[in-house]
């Protein structure tokens, strides 16, 4: 049985950081590429980074210079650090298994598309 669980979120004052982790079982973790999305309250899903199974990275415009997505397919565990985060950051992060060795952006519904398993999430509040 797949399974993605996140940990890592809580309450950090702007300018502050967090490290998310995502512990996966059930499957070969070092074969399939994996993201991190998260909604906000009253909004859709975001994609926030990806990484691939070769280690390929990307993220969304926001986040970029401020988060790091990493892997250790040794401990099967995702990571997004999270530096000097921001009000607009505020929202449950989710971890997703991607259907392939590759990631993909996406937005609303259309991550369920391409991400077939979901943590339960983690919430991250930004606030002083």
């Known amino acids: 049985e797949v399974q993605l669980v996140e940990s890592g979120g809580g309450l950090v004052q702007p300018g502050g950081s967090l490290r998310l982790s995502c512990a996966a079982s059930?499957?070969?973790?070092?074969?399939?590429?994996m993201s991190w999305v998260r909604q906000a309250p009253g909004k859709g899903l975001e994609w926030v980074s990806g990484?691939?199974?070769?280690?390929?990275?990307n993220y969304e415009d926001s986040a970029k210079g401020r988060f790091t997505i990493s892997r250790d397919n040794a401990k099967n565990t995702l990571y997004l650090q999270m530096n000097s985060l921001k009000p607009e950051d505020t929202a449950v992060y989710y971890c997703?298994?991607?259907?392939?060795?590759?990631?993909?952006?996406?937005?609303?519904?259309?991550?369920?598309?391409?991400?077939?398993?979901w943590g339960q999430g983690t919430q991250v509040t930004v606030s002083s």
């Open positions: 997703a298994k991607s259907k392939t060795i590759l990631f993909r952006g996406c937005s609303g519904s259309g991550c369920k598309v391409f991400y077939d398993y």
């Open positions: 990484i691939s199974s070769r280690d390929t990275t």
């Open positions: 059930g499957f070969t973790f070092s074969s399939y590429g």
